[in-house]
């Protein structure tokens, strides 16, 4: 039985008109405040937790009762947000 002839596929290259666009978006650094102000924030809302819990429900803000949950856990979801930009 005779063999079947083997194609050479070409390589992909992209279009040159979308490259340049990504190229130079990729080589922008990420400003020194935003790692810093994620980590801050983190470290906030870690914080809030703790104490909301080891004091009872009295500290940070009594009055805010559950909503103390809503600010610690924000800070974290905040920050996470913030770490979704860095390059």
Not at 7 to 26: F, N
Not at 39 to 49: D, E, S
Not at 65 to 80: E, I, K, Q, R, T
């Amino acid at each position: 039985m005779p063999k079947s002839q083997v194609r050479k596929k070409k390589v992909y290259t992209p279009p040159t008109d979308v490259r340049p666009a990504v190229a130079a978006a990729s080589k922008k650094p990420s400003p020194t405040w935003l790692p810093i102000t994620a980590v801050t924030l983190i470290v906030v809302g870690i914080a809030w937790l703790v104490v909301y819990y080891l004091s009872s429900q009295r500290w940070p803000v009594e009055s805010w009762s559950y909503w103390n949950l809503a600010v610690g856990f924000g800070c974290m979801v905040a920050s996470l947000g913030i770490l979704s930009r860095w390059r």
